[in-house]
């Protein structure tokens, strides 16, 4: 999927001084600092994609019936683009983020996004706005990539148009204080997503519907909550908005096997193909919680972790549930998670060999 349309670039004429993007960069968090400019491209049925401009990041206006307001068709991304040591700035993978950006369209009755036009979109904006790009280790521009229905109309249909927007928000380290394993909640009451519905898209009422449950794990004393299989509440599927692995003794990586249900992380694919470059083997299959608590009660067992593009790598150190709870690798970041995480930092922050091409240098 191909498109000629070119980004017209109409850059803002008051950008943050360089004295308030440096206050602002101190201590950017995350999702909480915008950068100065944004990118909009329309779509109609007649006219296909068109309009393509780089603005002021700037609100938007939508009149009350928009129909993504009230019938969801939305759907967004998650990219990053990080500083190199010889000053230059590049993507991970954002071929893979345009592909899933089809899909999820494509699963929502959604116009498609040609993938040079996604890349052209994001290269414009990095471009644009380098200069928010942080260089400390560990700090990354977040690049937030979506799209919605703007047709005014009540009627339960698929919208005729719409609206692909893409801005970034410099993203500081995930772990400023150092690696810190995280507790998770076992939710049996909530499911994240069911066979046959909008599990492996990445739409907005998805991250809707989970909020509840997500607060019941905050109730429980957990950090983040694990999705369950619909059907049966004993198989892993997801732990928030990200994917998981298990790490066995025996040097095997196992993550959950894409169902239908769960999201295709870019970070879950990069891991399965860089482990056999770190000497372990991958695999992906189905795994129960019982298979879970008792891998760590024997020590088979001997690790876990979430992986996605905001936190890269995260160990799991405690699981709770309504019968009880138990740890994991006794609460501490384990030696082949940290391995996994350092590599992959190595590879997007330029210090570590790109054996894969992964990497696209932006400017």
């Known amino acids: 999927?191909?498109?000629?349309?070119?980004?017209?670039?109409?850059?803002?004429?008051?950008?943050?001084?360089?004295?308030?993007?440096?206050?602002?960069?101190?201590?950017?968090?995350?999702?909480?600092?915008?950068t100065d400019h944004m990118v909009s491209i329309s779509y109609t049925q007649d006219g296909g994609w068109h309009d393509g401009t780089l603005t002021a990041y700037a609100p938007i206006t939508l009149d009350p019936a928009t129909s993504a307001l009230h019938y969801g068709q939305a759907i967004f991304e998650g990219l990053k683009a990080y500083h190199q040591p010889?000053?230059?700035?590049?993507?991970?993978r954002p071929e893979q983020n345009a592909a899933r950006f089809q899909r999820s369209a494509r699963r929502l009755a959604m116009a498609e996004l040609?993938?040079?036009?996604f890349l052209d979109s994001v290269r414009a904006l990095v471009r644009a706005d380098r200069d928010w790009v942080p260089t400390r280790p560990g700090e990354s521009l977040y690049l937030?990539?979506?799209?919605?229905?703007?047709?005014p109309f009540l009627g339960v249909r698929p919208s005729?148009?719409?609206?692909?927007?893409?801005?970034?928000?410099?993203?500081?380290?995930?772990?400023?204080?150092?690696?810190?394993?995280?507790?998770?909640?076992?939710?049996?009451e909530y499911v994240r997503a069911a066979p046959g519905g909008t599990g492996e898209a990445k739409c907005a009422g998805n991250y809707a519907a989970s909020l509840v449950a997500q607060a019941q794990a905050a109730e429980q004393g957990c950090d983040q909550v694990v999705w369950l299989d619909a059907l049966e509440h004993r198989y892993v599927e997801e732990m928030g908005g990200m994917n998981l692995y298990f790490v066995f003794s025996d040097g095997r990586l196992v993550t959950p096997e894409?169902?239908?249900?769960?999201?295709?992380?870019v970070t879950?694919?990069?891991?399965?193909?860089?482990?056999?470059?770190?000497?372990?083997?991958?695999?992906e299959r189905r795994i129960t919680t019982?298979?879970?608590?008792?891998?760590?009660?024997?020590?088979?067992?001997?690790?876990?972790?979430?992986?996605?593009?905001?936190?890269?790598?995260?160990?799991?150190?405690?699981?709770?549930?309504?019968?009880?709870?138990?740890?994991?690798?006794?609460?501490?970041?384990?030696?082949?998670?940290?391995?996994?995480?350092?590599?992959?930092?190595?590879?997007?922050?330029g210090t570590a060999p790109d054996p894969h091409g992964w990497m696209q240098r932006v400017v």
């Open 268 to 283: 879950r694919d990069s891991i399965l193909h860089l482990a056999p470059d770190l000497g372990l083997d991958a695999e």
């Open 144 to 151: 937030r990539p979506l799209m919605f229905a703007t047709d």
């Open 258 to 265: 894409l169902t239908g249900t769960l999201l295709p992380g």
């Open 160 to 188: 005729l148009t719409y609206r692909y927007l893409l801005f970034a928000s410099p993203a500081g380290n995930y772990f400023p204080g150092g690696v810190r394993p995280v507790s998770v909640w076992l939710s049996t």
């Open 114 to 117: 040609p993938t040079e036009l």
């Open 290 to 349: 019982e298979e879970w608590e008792r891998g760590c009660a024997d020590r088979s067992i001997s690790e876990v972790f979430a992986c996605g593009t905001a936190a890269v790598v995260t160990p799991v150190g405690e699981v709770k549930h309504a019968g009880g709870s138990f740890s994991v690798a006794d609460g501490e970041p384990g030696a082949v998670t940290m391995k996994v995480r350092e590599a992959l930092l190595g590879i997007q922050q």
């Open 86 to 92: 010889d000053g230059s700035v590049a993507l991970f």
């Open 1 to 34: 999927m191909s498109s000629d349309l070119t980004i017209e670039l109409a850059p803002t004429s008051s950008p943050h001084s360089a004295q308030e993007r440096a206050r602002l960069l101190a201590d950017p968090g995350f999702g909480q600092v915008f």
